[in-house]
């Protein structure tokens, strides 16, 4: 990546997401032990999943689960099981962002930003360039 922006880029962890097989037993978990309650809960169809937001100060805990087979996240938990998905990472500008590394020979998922749920703009960064990390790019 060009040296030149000496701004930072990621504006702060925006959530964590994790793959469960049963939202609404993670959802009781997360009540009854902390009384963290869901904030945002939606359907994402282009994604394939149902996703439970817990708000943690200004960040989120992103409960997914697969509502089709075909779901990246169902492929997700019949390989590796429950657990730690991916981050998600608030940015100012996620085009440019993904422009940057994309121009740096960084892989991608998303070639171009979309829309995520609570109407914002994502795309993702392939794990096998980020340190096995899945990473998510939000922008509000």
């Known amino acids: ?13 925006d959530h964590v997401a994790i793959a469960v097989k049963d939202i609404d037993q993670a959802v009781k978990y ?7 309650k869901v904030v945002h809960r939606e359907r994402v169809e282009s994604d394939g999943v149902e996703e439970a937001l817990i708000k943690v100060a200004e960040s989120y805990i992103q409960l997914l689960t697969p509502i089709s087979e075909t779901s ?5 938990l019949e390989k ?15 085009k440019l962002v993904l422009d940057k590394l994309k121009e740096a020979g960084y892989k991608v998922i998303d070639e ?20 096995g990390t899945l990473i998510e790019l939000v922008q509000e």
């Not at 990246?72 to 997700?76: E, F, G, I, N, T």
């Not at 590796?80 to 996620?94: A, I, S, T, W």
């Open 1 to 13: 990546m060009d040296n030149v922006t000496t701004e930072n880029l990621l504006k702060e962890i």
């Open 30 to 36: 997360y009540d009854e032990l902390f009384n963290a």
């Open 72 to 76: 990246p996240v169902a492929k997700y």
């Open 80 to 94: 590796k099981g429950e657990g730690l998905h991916h981050v998600g990472y608030r940015v100012n500008d996620c």
């Open 112 to 131: 171009h930003p979309r829309f995520g749920s609570r109407n914002t703009t994502v795309a993702f960064v392939h794990p096998k360039t980020a340190f």
